[in-house]
């Protein structure tokens, strides 16, 4: 029997890049977008298939990896991030 899988992404907000970055290197199997700054904060967004019976649980495990790294978690959405992971922002890198 297999479960239902939908494309689900975090939102967590550092206060700097290293932090974001640090918190990144923490969700190995996620693409992640690191962007920033903005109003003096990265934001990072983290984004796998999720298994719908298991949301609970990866809100949890991601929420407590952003908090340890110093970020705000900010909830989440059902969507996909497409590609590579990447930082944009200081530094011209995109």
Do not use: K
């Not at 029997?1 to 939102?11: A, L, N």
């Not at 890049?17 to 700054?37: F, M, N």
């Not at 796998?48 to 809100?59: I, L, P, S, T, Y």
């Not at 900010?74 to 992971?85: I, M």
């Amino acid at each position: 029997m297999s479960s239902r899988t939908i494309p689900y992404t975090h939102w967590a907000y550092f206060p700097d890049r290293s932090s974001a970055e640090a918190c990144a290197r923490d969700l190995p199997d996620y693409v992640i977008r690191i962007q920033g700054p903005e109003d003096g904060r990265w934001l990072l967004r983290a984004g796998r298939d999720v298994e719908v019976g298991r949301m609970v649980e990866r809100h949890r495990e991601v929420e407590e990896i952003v908090v340890r790294h110093g970020g705000d978690y900010d909830g989440g959405e059902n969507s996909r991030l497409e590609g590579d992971s990447a930082i944009e922002g200081a530094d011209g890198e995109s």
